[in-house]
Nanobody, 118 residues
Framework: QVQLVESGGGLVQPGGSLSLSCAASTRLFNIYTMNWYRQAPGKQRELVAGINSGGVTNYADSVKDRFTISRDNAQNQVVLQMNSLKPEDTAVYYC????????????WGQGTQVTVSS
């Protein structure tokens, strides 16, 4: 069992920045692909960004060039740096850990609210 704890959400004005962190309670952190998902009211949960154990990243088109995902395998942590935030980025953001081989094994954090509003 892997526990994921997110932090860093909050209220920010359009054009502002926020950094979300996710700490994982596992000594096997480096075998998990780490992802950030988000879910806005009335919408389906969507993949925002992911980073595999080798550091290869992928992003949703809507956040490319604005968001950056990174991981620290020594600290068992993944960070999502969000810049140039837009109102449409408002959502609950969830950290996800997916086993890199047994991909059906997934763990989720409790979510953190990000609100972009003036």
């Amino acid at each position: 069992q892997v526990q994921l704890v997110e932090s860093g959400g909050g209220l920010v004005q359009p054009g502002g920045s926020l950094s979300l962190s996710c700490a994982a309670s596992t000594r096997l952190f480096n075998i998990y692909t780490m992802n950030w998902y988000r879910q806005a009211p009335g919408k389906q949960r969507e993949l925002v960004a992911g980073i595999n154990s080798g550091g290869v990243t992928n992003y949703a088109d809507s956040v490319k060039d604005r968001f950056t995902i990174s991981r620290d395998n020594a600290q068992n942590q993944v960070v999502l740096q969000m810049n140039s935030l837009k109102p449409e980025d408002t959502a609950v953001y969830y950290c996800n850990a997916q086993h890199s081989i047994a991909r059906q094994i997934n763990y989720w954090g409790q979510g953190t609210q990000v609100t972009v509003s003036s």
